[in-house]
């Protein structure tokens, strides 16, 4: 369970106790993470800082509206149409999504951290 192949460093340097990870995100968000997006974050997260933690989290939501709309589309089409979609999803709906985002979620995350936030984080022993 300690292989970089499945955690990211950041889940890493904190033991990969899910706990003592997930105490340590709450400093960061705002608001509430599911537990999907909370997996995808164990193995991508690289360091705990809001920059890295919002481009981790939109990227990880713009996904999964991507991999929706590759499967309505195979399914009207009858067959996978992943490349075509993915590229249609880009070209029509993607601005859409980053003003989504930004006004959903932009102010969310804490941009300045006092330095007792870092203190306060907490680390396997």
Same mark, same amino acid.
């Given at each position: 369970? /300690?292989?970089? +192949? +499945? #955690? ?7 033991? +990969? =106790?899910?706990?003592? &990870?997930?105490? !340590?995100?709450? %400093?960061?968000?705002? &608001? *509430?993470? /599911? ?6 974050? @164990?193995? #991508? ?6 920059? *890295? ?8 939501? %713009? ?5 929706? *709309? ?7 089409? $009858?067959? !996978?149409?992943?490349?075509?979609? @993915? ?5 029509? #709906?993607?601005?859409?999504? =980053? *003003?989504?985002?930004?006004?959903? #979620? $932009? ?5 300045? &951290? ?7 984080? %907490?680390?396997?022993?």
């Amino acid at each position: 369970m /300690d292989s970089e +192949c +499945c #955690y990211g460093k950041a889940f890493l340097s904190v033991g +990969c =106790n899910r706990e003592l &990870f997930l105490s !340590n995100l709450r %400093q960061f968000v705002c &608001f *509430h993470l /599911d537990n999907h997006i909370i997996d995808e974050m @164990t193995k #991508y997260l690289c360091e705990f800082s809001p920059n *890295h933690i919002k481009v981790l989290h939109k990227n990880i939501l %713009q996904k999964i509206e991507i991999e929706k *709309h590759i499967w309505i589309e195979s399914e009207k089409c $009858g067959r !996978n149409v992943r490349i075509e979609a @993915t590229h249609e999803w880009i070209i029509k #709906y993607a601005p859409l999504f =980053n *003003h989504w985002y930004e006004k959903e #979620y $932009g102010c969310k995350f804490r941009a300045h &951290f006092h330095e007792n936030i870092l203190s306060n984080m %907490q680390f396997a022993k």
